[in-house]
């Protein structure tokens, strides 16, 4: 079977994090390389005289964390979803240094990939109105289809993975005609634009990252929703004095534990807000940080090992 190795930089207190957010997204095994377990643990030890003195000449200065996936036609998927959760985690002060999170995949080349993956992306009906379809694929749209057209670009997801499935799903329940919405870590725009074509008026799309933002707004063009859909840089709501009757946010369970406070001051009375990228082991808590914040879960979906929640202020 061949395998796919990604490898992400990071420090030692940040190698936890980054092998906890890779195994939530289907690897199969993280293994992680630091130069202190060697320099530290071992001299404390006695051992030092057993080390090799040249494997760590070769070791990295930082902190490496490896994971392996099947290399499978979901490989390229997965791939952007761990690039999407990376920016997750750097929008996060944790309190202390998580390094630079550069991504390395020393399986295929990112030249290769960002074009092959293409075969494998055709529309998809998302819920019952939603189809999503690629810029480059040909649809014949039924009544009552609600066509949104995507590029997601080299470095982020295509609707496909069961987080943004979900959230899909859940806006369709939530959005209504005329309604505000606020994407937190918009990614490439898909949720904020889907929430536009259920009826949004006034969409707020929030990303980090300075090429989703592109992204995001190459996309809102392309479907002509430039008058509902705004695309701006910023960290989670730090800078939104919005307010919004649906909040819809698809990252990973830390960054939700952290946000849903927060959120809740920009969700105007009778609100919902969405959340998913929630591996199950991690759900309890998130309906624990929901609860202390004051919200109450109103819907519940889950999808192979992922649970998207919404919520609503009490």
């Given at each position: 079977m061949d395998w796919m190795e990604v490898v992400i930089h990071t420090t030692t207190m940040g190698a936890d994090i980054v092998s906890e957010m890779l195994m939530n997204v289907g690897a199969v095994g993280t293994m992680i390389e630091d130069r202190y377990d060697v320099t530290s643990s071992k001299k404390e030890d006695g051992m030092w005289d057993l080390i090799d003195e040249d494997v760590l000449a070769h070791m990295s200065e930082d902190v490496l964390v490896k994971a392996y996936f099947k290399d499978d036609?979901?490989?390229?998927?997965?791939?952007?979803?761990?690039?999407?959760?990376?920016?997750?985690?750097?929008?996060?002060?944790?309190?202390f240094d998580m390094g630079s999170l550069e991504i390395e995949?020393?399986?295929?080349?990112?030249?290769?990939?960002?074009?092959?993956?293409?075969?494998?992306?055709?529309?998809?009906?998302?819920?019952?109105?939603?189809?999503?379809k690629p810029s480059w694929e040909p649809y014949e749209e039924q009544a009552g289809d609600l066509v949104l057209e995507l590029d997601p670009g080299m470095a982020f997801g295509t609707g496909t993975h069961e987080t943004t499935f979900m959230c899909m799903e859940q806006l369709e329940k939530y959005v209504t005609e005329g309604c505000k919405v606020i994407d937190v870590g918009c990614g490439s725009g898909i949720l904020g634009l889907a929430a536009a074509k259920l009826g949004a008026r006034d969409v707020l799309a929030i990303d980090l990252d300075e090429l989703a933002v592109k992204v995001a707004k190459e996309n809102t063009e392309k479907n002509a929703l430039t008058d509902k859909v705004r695309v701006v840089h910023g960290d989670l709501l730090e800078k939104a004095d919005e307010m919004a009757d649906v909040i819809v946010a698809n990252i990973i369970a830390d960054v939700i534990c952290f946000l849903c406070g927060p959120a809740k001051k920009h969700l105007l009375p009778g609100g919902t807000f969405i959340c998913s990228g929630i591996?199950?082991?991690?759900?309890?808590?998130?309906?624990?940080?929901?609860?202390?914040?004051?919200?109450?879960?109103?819907?519940r979906l889950a999808k192979g090992e992922w649970v998207c929640l919404a919520a609503k202020a009490d």
């Open positions: 036609m979901s490989a390229q998927e997965t791939l952007l979803l761990v690039r999407e959760k990376l920016a997750d985690i750097a929008r996060i002060d944790m309190g995949n020393n399986s295929v080349h990112e030249q290769d990939w960002a074009e092959n993956w293409k075969k494998y992306y055709k529309p998809f009906r998302a819920g019952s109105r939603l189809v999503i591996i199950r082991e991690r759900e309890e808590d998130v309906q624990n940080a929901l609860a202390a914040a004051g919200y109450v879960v109103c819907n």
